[in-house]
């Protein structure tokens, strides 16, 4: 029987062994110097060893007031890409891709100081109210995108996410919701675009053109007055047209609580539209625990890769447990692994 979820994928000169991606999830393990530490080490290692296509890291700051919280890894500055390039080496050393994702929090920051956003419109009301950022400042944060994205590249790093969804800033631009600007920035939906899109075409420009560029991006706000999937699709084109490769297509989180149904598969149906309407590489995300569905919606063309979160916290081993319940042969990591499966599994 043949596996898609197990069959090798390629962006530009980034070659996957298959299609499971682990989905970008922050772990709090940083100190203030946003370094990686051995937990990371031992956190992502553990999912390169248990088979994952693509480890991808949590959110990765590209300024110190662009955290969540005072634990989260950065890139801001040189002395944080050795760490990095500990966990890409590890990663291939296994047989995965290493990627990271770079992101600014916006007005969902929780740090001494206050955050910043398009607008001075709070998260909720435990969050403090952000401070809107001025056109001056923008130049100088796109340009923090473009140095972290350098920074990667010199770590090893085989693709760069850039988070434009969850509420984070740069979808705080994109959603009349958090931005109510009346400059060039703010108003019309090209206009609300428009910083998304410059950090984009900025690190695509700086980005080796070899390595594949991926943005995290919202379908649909699901809340009036938001995101809607007409302004999903279109904003989905923008970033096609700008050379980006991967779609990672999540829903919803602008404003706290979640207003549509969570199910298996969930939000595939928004990633596969986004796939046909602009023909680039989509990924889903969203309650995707079960290989059955992923072999469906792979097989079928729906999706190309799929974002495991939760389940790969549960248990770094799922896709070597996946593919050895199909009957599928993957070469392990560790060769003594293949001790745990097969004729060996009554463990002499
Ligand atoms: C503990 C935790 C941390 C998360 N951190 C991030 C993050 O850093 N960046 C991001 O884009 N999504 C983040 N997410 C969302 C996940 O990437 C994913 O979209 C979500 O958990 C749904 O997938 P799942 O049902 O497979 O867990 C986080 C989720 C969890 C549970």
Request: hydrophobic share 40%; proline share 5%; net charge neutral.
């Amino acid at each position: 029987m043949t596996s898609p979820l197990f069959s090798p994928f390629a962006l530009r000169g980034m070659r996957l062994q298959n299609r499971i991606v682990l989905s970008p999830m922050l772990m709090y393990m940083a100190g203030e110097d946003g370094r990686v530490t051995d937990r990371h080490f031992v956190h992502y290692g553990a999912r390169a060893l248990g088979g994952t296509g693509l480890v991808m890291t949590e959110v990765v700051a590209v300024t110190p007031r662009g955290r969540i919280s005072p634990c989260d890894l950065g890139l801001w500055q040189d002395e944080q890409v050795e760490g990095l390039r500990r966990l890409a080496t590890f990663a291939h050393e296994c047989g995965a891709r290493f990627g990271i994702q770079l992101a600014h929090a916006g007005r969902k920051a929780r740090l001494e100081q206050r955050p910043q956003a398009p607008s001075a419109i709070a998260y909720a009301d435990d969050h403090a109210q952000p401070e809107a950022l001025r056109e001056a400042e923008l130049a100088s944060l796109r340009d923090d995108y473009v140095s972290a994205a350098r920074r990667a590249a010199a770590a090893g790093v085989d693709i760069v996410e850039i988070h434009a969804a969850h509420g984070y800033l740069l979808h705080s631009f994109l959603c009349p919701l958090s931005n109510t600007r009346t400059d060039r920035y703010g108003g019309s939906r090209e206009n609300r675009a428009r910083f998304v899109l410059d950090v984009v075409e900025a690190v695509r420009a700086a980005w080796p053109a070899e390595r594949p560029l991926a943005v995290r991006m919202t379908a649909i706000d699901h809340h009036d007055g938001g995101v809607s999937e007409a302004d999903g699709l279109w904003f989905a084109g923008q970033l096609a047209a700008r050379g980006v490769d991967l779609l990672d297509v999540t829903t919803g989180n602008l404003v706290p609580g979640y207003a549509a149904d969570v199910y298996p598969g969930y939000q595939v149906r928004y990633a596969e539209r986004v796939r046909r309407a602009t023909g680039v590489a989509v990924s889903s995300v969203g309650s995707l625990a079960s290989a059955d569905l992923m072999e469906e919606i792979i097989g079928a063309g729906r999706v190309d890769l799929v974002c495991v979160g939760r389940e790969l916290i549960r248990n770094p081993n799922w896709p070597i447990e996946c593919a050895r319940r199909a009957g599928i042969d993957i070469e392990l990591p560790i060769g003594t692994y293949a001790r745990a499966s097969g004729p060996y599994e009554r463990g002499f």
